[in-house]
């Protein structure tokens, strides 16, 4: 399977779809450990990508996948907008002249994964979105194929892990051991990207 324009499109769609459904929950999740604006400024963003994608049209997934950086980075305030931006930026100039077909996709996300702690200046186990990022492509580096199931499963999975680490990076190292038990919102936020991902893939069989 190689993912097209449109399927960029329709991952970004699904994407908003579940940040806006869940806009309150993000915003009461990061005002326990946060600034309290995550699910705001998620949906403000992913908002506005609809929006520039919907009014272009695309021959490559890299472009469209570059519209999506270069919005999420002006559009979306406080670390989430950088952040996103980075992730999604790295991915388009992997697929730049290129299918993204398996392979060049995975290469791709590794390559958001290194943007992502470069940008966060941060690593696994830190209570950060790069705890759901690491092991989804890790899992994928494993496979040949997409997978819908695994994808959601893996990162659903990370998610719930994220609870149990004790946050040293960003607003909520400054709870230290009261960070324990909360979900992390970045990592919610990046659940639902892979969730949206999954549903793509689906989709497209």
């Not at 097209?4 to 009461?28: C, F, G, M, P, R």
């Not at 570059?66 to 931006?85: E, F, I, R």
């Not at 690593?123 to 496979?143: G, H, N, S, Y």
Request: proline share 1%; net charge negative.
């Amino acid at each position: 399977m190689e993912l097209t324009a449109n399927d960029i499109i329709t991952w970004v769609n699904k994407t908003n779809e579940k940040i806006q459904n869940n806009k309150e929950y993000l915003t009461s999740l990061d005002q326990a450990v946060g600034d309290g604006d995550h699910g705001i400024n998620m949906a403000r963003g992913f908002k506005e990508v609809v929006v520039k994608l919907d009014d272009n049209s695309y021959v490559s997934a890299s472009d469209a996948l570059k519209d999506t950086a270069m919005t999420l980075m002006s559009k979306v305030g406080g670390a989430a907008g950088p952040l996103y931006g980075t992730a999604f930026l790295k991915l388009s100039t992997s697929l730049k002249d290129k299918s993204a077909d398996y392979t060049h996709f995975v290469n791709g996300l590794e390559e958001s994964l290194a943007g992502l702690k470069q940008r966060g200046k941060s690593q696994e186990c830190e209570k950060t979105l790069i705890d759901v990022w690491a092991p989804v492509i890790e899992k994928m580096k494993e496979r040949e194929d997409f997978d819908a199931a695994l994808l959601k499963d893996t990162a659903e999975n990370a998610l719930e892990k994220t609870k149990d680490i004790k946050a040293t990076k960003g607003r909520a190292s400054y709870l230290g051991d009261r960070s324990i038990g909360h979900l992390d919102p970045g990592s919610v936020s990046s659940f639902y990207v892979f969730e949206a991902l999954a549903e793509t893939i689906e989709g497209g069989r």
